[in-house]
Nanobody
């Protein structure tokens, strides 16, 4: 059974940095497209950053220039480097994997229904 496990969340002050990690089986990370989502308190889940298997890195407008998504296939790990954190970045963060089959282009990356596997989430809290 494929699993994704996030880590690296925590509490930081505004302007601080965190790096989230998502560990998964090597098969999962090589055969799937990966993404990071978040769900702020009382709000719907939203896409943060994605690697939609078209060679691009995609970001939500709210995090462009501050967050960086990357993948280390050798370690079977997905990362989200978060810099310049703001209180509005406070949320539960999830990594997710979408099967490559049937995917074209990269505009689908922020649609959570495209993703099959999800981690349990890691909490990020940013104080002002």
């Amino acid at each position: 059974q494929e699993q994704l496990v996030e880590s690296g969340g925590g509490s930081v002050q505004s302007g601080g940095s965190l790096r989230l990690s998502c560990a998964g089986s090597l098969f999962l990370l090589k055969k799937y497209c990966l993404g990071w989502f978040r769900q702020p308190p009382g709000k719907e889940r939203e896409g943060v950053a994605g690697l939609p298997c078209d060679g691009s890195r995609r970001y939500a407008d709210a995090v462009k220039g501050r967050f960086i998504i990357s993948q280390d296939n050798a370690k079977g790990t997905l990362y989200l480097q978060m810099n310049g954190l703001k209180p509005e970045d406070t949320a539960m963060y999830y990594c997710a994997a979408a099967p490559l089959q049937g995917k074209t282009g990269g505009t689908w990356w922020s649609s959570d229904y495209e993703y099959t596997y999800w981690g349990q989430g890691t909490q990020v809290t940013v104080s002002s």
